[in-house]
């Protein structure tokens, strides 16, 4: 790999067939913006949700109400349930290695014992 430049996206993105979940975190996380605009928008909606019909709020339920935008706002509900059944073939996929690898070790010590 001598190139100096590493597109992780769309290392991840071409790799996501053979690394579903991990691809899936590592688009998550490389998409983060580097720019602090999104940052302020987000604590822009404190203005959407305090006004003065709300201003009698207590910060835990404001906060409450905030989160739950960012929350409904975010991925559908079946997207997260795809990752879990990823989670659980992912899962399969390691013990199945390890069962592999324990197998090989168990015949290479056989080896070297005879």
């Known amino acids: ?3 100096e430049y590493l597109d992780l996206l769309t290392w ?3 790799n996501s067939s053979r690394f579903k979940i991990i691809s899936q975190v590592a688009r998550d996380i490389y998409s983060i913006p ?3 605009v999104p940052s302020a928008s987000a604590f822009s909606t404190g203005g959407r949700v305090l006004d003065s019909f709300r201003s ?3 910060p835990q339920t404001t906060e409450a109400l905030i989160c739950a935008q960012n929350w ?3 991925k559908p509900l079946d997207d997260m349930t795809e990752e879990i059944d990823g989670a659980e073939e992912v899962d ?3 013990i199945n290695i390890g069962k592999k690898m324990e197998a090989t070790f168990e015949n290479l010590n056989n080896d070297s014992v005879v």
Do not use: C, R
Request: zero cysteines.
């Open 1 to 3: 790999m001598g190139d």
């Open 12 to 14: 991840w993105k071409v």
């Open 34 to 36: 580097i720019s602090t």
């Open 56 to 58: 009698s709020l207590t």
């Open 72 to 74: 409904i706002q975010s």
């Open 92 to 94: 399969e996929e390691f």
